[in-house]
């Protein structure tokens, strides 16, 4: 078990362009969530997976953003015509039931 | 609307005095509640959770105290350690609806001063 691993660690993009970010988490894990944190906040829910299916999605999760889980193993997550606020840094979590376990993170800069 | 909410964003306590952590939520509906510790560029680590049909949940230096009533938990860390310093998540969920999310209160930085 090596964790939930996210790559890459960071990315700075010009806005405009598109950037997709990968998570894979703990093997036996079926559920799969990203979250977005920003400076000061707590993490915010953006969506959730139940093996390849997508279960539930934020309403902060605009129309520019898609996320997928082919086969219910890795995830992507991907940022079309980025904006400055999207600027955060992007988490990937995976649990069996009960408790959550936490990838390293994606921080994006939009400049 | 911040449905968790940690409203110390700091603290600072002596090297093996006691550190209490405090968190507010509004939403009734949550029965799962977790805390986290989260060093810089790293993402949080779990610590320590409790249902809503506990009180209190143990952990080594690391207890949990869940008052329904008044919809507040505290995280108690006894004796406080230089590496307890970190920033600490405190979340909750609503499970008993299915809802999978967990919503986060802003943080409370935690020092530890040797």
């Known amino acids: 078990d090596t964790g939930v691993s996210q790559d890459p660690r960071h990315k700075i993009t010009k806005r405009g362009q598109n950037v997709t970010f990968r998570c894979d988490p703990i093997s036996e894990h079926n559920r799969l969530y990203w979250y977005r944190q920003t400076l000061g906040q707590g993490p915010e829910f953006l969506t959730y997976f139940q093996n390849e299916a997508q279960l539930e999605k934020s309403r902060l999760l605009s129309d520019r953003f898609s996320a997928e889980r082919p086969k219910g193993s890795f995830s992507t997550l991907e940022i079309q015509r980025t904006e400055q606020g999207d600027s955060a840094m992007y988490l990937c979590a995976s649990s069996d039931r009960d408790r959550y376990t936490f990838g390293s993170g994606t921080r994006l800069t939009v400049v | 609307d911040q449905q968790v909410k940690q409203n110390s964003p700091s603290l600072s306590v002596q090297e093996g005095r006691i550190s209490i952590l405090n968190c507010d939520y509004t939403n009734s509906m949550f029965d799962y509640f977790l805390w986290y510790k989260k060093y810089p560029a790293e993402g949080p680590t779990f610590l320590i959770s409790?249902?809503?049909?506990?009180d209190k949940n143990e952990d080594g230096r690391f207890t949990v105290f869940l008052n329904k009533s008044a919809k507040h938990l505290s995280l108690h860390i006894v004796p406080s350690q230089p590496g307890d310093s970190a920033v600490y998540f405190c979340a909750a969920s609503d499970q008993g609806t299915g809802a999978n999310n967990l919503f986060f209160g802003t943080g409370t930085r935690l020092t530890v001063i040797p």
């Open positions: 409790i249902s809503s049909i506990k």
